[in-house]
């Protein structure tokens, strides 16, 4: 077992994707085609502290062999974040990509030079987990359908290439015991169940990393010597408790804020139950009323006196005449 720097922090995968040739062999395996070429493209974001250590970018302008020998010049966007939630983050990235005027290349014709936009592929490293989709590496590939057959078309067409793209999502979480793959064996150098007592490092068996992805090993390994890599791993731990703290705290006062707009509620329920209440016992005064009013009108015209009908009714003279001249 040989001890690593935990490349889920940025500051560590950085250093890892620094090397050329690491960076290459990465990448190519991820992608499962040969990246011949790769060329880092900076990328400067201004964000609120703390946002930029949650996602990770990084850009890269990579020429790429498939399996015919078939060249293409491509923009490999690799995105690595630590939390949940940040989806429309990855949306305002992707976008800018589209955006970005130097996403082109020139290609010269017998007419004339034409520009030609390149193609984007991005890739996802997760530290958290997707809602359902359980498998560590998911691959979502662009396919052409005939509407009315079903039959799927193998031409490519530029309109459509330069207005989709492919991705590739690794659920870090999800790569515990995954061995099955050449990829899944080199990802184990992100499995976070092989962390130390010390979350900076994982520990893991060379001996299950096939031989040529061992200089990945050797760069996470060379990152522990390296003093800036280290004390900036500890910048991160105390932005991503930061974060934390932050988020528990929005947690904590949505809660009361629910837990008194219920009090609120219930309160209300009371108000308008007290409130039907009333209004039910005004009809029931109402409907009394006209009961009362009725008898008192019947017994005067039987020869009852107004005094004697106060007294049967419990009223006084005056409201009896009230009544009285209402009903004639």
């Known amino acids: 077992m040989v001890e690593i720097a935990n490349p889920i922090y940025d500051v560590v995968f950085k250093y890892l994707m620094r090397d050329e040739k690491v960076a290459k062999l990465l990448l190519s ?17 201004h964000f609120p502290v703390g946002e930029l ?17 078939n060249q293409e010049l491509v923009i490999l966007e690799l995105q690595k974040a630590k939390m949940a939630g940040d989806i ?25 030079p034409r520009r030609k936009a390149l193609p984007i592929l991005s890739i996802y490293f997760l530290g958290h987990t997707l809602a359902h989709v359980k498998a560590p590496v998911v691959r979502v590939n662009r396919a052409y359908f005939d509407a009315a057959t079903g039959e799927q078309i193998h031409e490519k ?4 290439e330069s207005l989709t793209h492919d991705s590739i999502i ?27 007592t010390n979350p900076h490092f994982l520990t893991v068996d060379e001996d299950e990393l096939p031989e040529r992805y061992r200089p ?5 390994q060379k990152a522990i010597a390296d003093p800036v890599v280290r004390e900036t791993m500890d910048g991160e731990d105390d932005i991503i408790e930061e974060i934390k703290d932050y988020q528990r705290l929005i947690t904590s006062k949505e809660q009361i804020i629910e837990a008194r707009e219920k009090v609120i509620e219930a309160k209300d329920q009371v108000i308008e139950e007290k409130d039907k209440a009333i ?23 039987g020869g009852t006196s107004i005094e004697d009908l106060a007294d049967m009714f419990e009223l006084s003279e005056t409201e009896v005449s009230a009544i009285l001249d209402k009903m004639r």
Do not use: C, W
């Open 279 to 301: 209004e039910e016992k005004v009809k029931t005064i109402e409907i009394t009323q006209k009961r009362i009013e009725r008898a008192v009108l019947k017994s005067f015209a």
């Open 29 to 45: 395996a991820i992608i499962g085609k040969e990246v011949v070429s790769l060329e880092f493209r900076p990328t400067e974001h």
């Open 88 to 112: 429309m983050r990855f949306r305002r990235y992707l976008g800018e990509q589209y955006a970005n005027k130097e996403n082109v290349v020139r290609e010269e014709s017998a007419e004339y």
């Open 53 to 69: 250590l949650t996602v990770l970018r990084m850009d890269f302008n990579a020429r790429i062999v498939d399996a015919d020998g």
């Open 216 to 220: 990945l090993l050797r760069r996470l």
């Open 170 to 196: 690794i659920q870090i979480p999800y790569l515990e015991g995954r061995r099955r793959t050449e990829l899944e064996q080199l990802l184990a150098l992100f499995d976070q169940s092989s962390v130390t």
């Open 157 to 160: 067409e530029e309109f459509i």
